[in-house]
């Protein structure tokens, strides 16, 4: 029974490391920082403000749509590719990113060329996270008139 409760608890330990707060004001405070301490008192942080508030308001980098989470859990999984095809301005995981978001056909080329073109914005680094380019792609597409409507919470 103790090896049980052991193994639980290395299991419970390691995903909490690599596991994300969420958004909200914990999320925010402790943006950028990884290991369990962090993402811990980045969830409590979020427990004590409320993020189902800040979600249902779509406050504190709490973003609702359900296609830009799907969009984010795209670039948790194919991050490095999809930055590659950003850089060249096409390839299959852009589109798979362009058909998660719900971007139509004849609105795709013009989200490529946007991606590709403030390639330096999304990630302005070697260290930018999935977190961070997906935070810049939305506020790229929030600013653009016809694609605007694919990031609306």
């Given at each position: ?5 052991a ?14 707060p ?5 999320a925010m ?10 993402h811990?008192l980045?969830?409590?942080?979020n427990?004590?403000?409320?993020q189902t ?33 950003i ?8 589109e798979a ?11 795709r ?6 991606l ?18 997906v935070d ?5 597409l929030?600013?653009?008139e ?8």
């Amino acid at each position: 029974m103790k090896k049980l409760i052991a193994g639980a608890l290395l299991l419970s330990a390691s995903t909490l490391t690599f596991a994300q707060p969420g958004c909200g004001v914990g999320a925010m405070i402790w943006k950028g920082q990884s290991g369990l301490v962090p993402h811990v008192l980045g969830a409590t942080t979020n427990g004590m403000a409320s993020q189902t508030v800040s979600m249902t308001l779509g406050l504190t980098g709490c973003n609702t749509n359900e296609s830009v989470q799907s969009m984010a859990m795209l670039m948790d999984s194919r991050g490095p590719q999809i930055a590659a095809d950003i850089s060249r301005g096409y390839g299959e995981n852009l589109e798979a990113m362009a058909i998660a978001l719900g971007v139509q056909e004849e609105h795709r080329d013009d989200f490529y060329s946007l991606l590709n073109q403030n390639f330096s914005t999304i990630y302005p680094d070697q260290d930018t996270t999935s977190g961070e380019a997906v935070d810049a792609i939305v506020a790229l597409l929030e600013q653009n008139e016809s694609l605007s409507k694919y990031v609306a919470a």
